[in-house]
């Protein structure tokens, strides 16, 4: 399975903008879907945050769409998330995945999680 490595979170006031982004360890270009999910605190599950197609086609959670921008870059074998207008509901940990649909199934994978944390 590819392996996938997070960078770019951090602490930001709230209105502020990050910038994520996830390094594959080999080629995406066979990787049907790839894109991030979040954990907030207090919460088990993760969330579907922004995905992008092999083609292009992306997904948005409602919540972010209009301020979060997903893209991949498959000659860089990276995948990011442009986050603007942050608002404290934004803070989670945000985990870069990798499958054959938007939701997990089998033989996707998760990078390790980046703290994202956006303060009042």
């Known amino acids: 399975q590819v392996q996938l490595v997070e960078s770019g979170g951090g602490l930001v006031q709230s209105g502020g903008s990050l910038r994520l982004s996830c390094a594959a360890s080999e080629s995406i270009l066979s990787i049907e879907v790839m894109g991030w999910y979040r954990r907030p605190p207090g919460q088990q599950q993760r969330e579907l945050v922004a995905?992008?197609?092999?083609?292009?086609?992306?997904q948005y959670q409602p919540t972010v769409k209009g301020r979060f921008t997903v893209s991949r870059d498959n000659a860089k074998n990276t995948v990011y998330l442009q986050m603007d207008s942050l608002k404290t509901e934004d803070t989670a940990i945000y985990y870069c995945?990798?499958?054959?649909?938007?939701?997990?199934?089998?033989?996707?994978?998760w990078g390790q999680g980046t703290q994202v944390t956006v303060s009042s």
């Open positions: 995905v992008i197609s092999r083609g292009g086609a992306t």
């Open positions: 995945y990798a499958g054959r649909t938007a939701l997990p199934t089998t033989g996707h994978s």
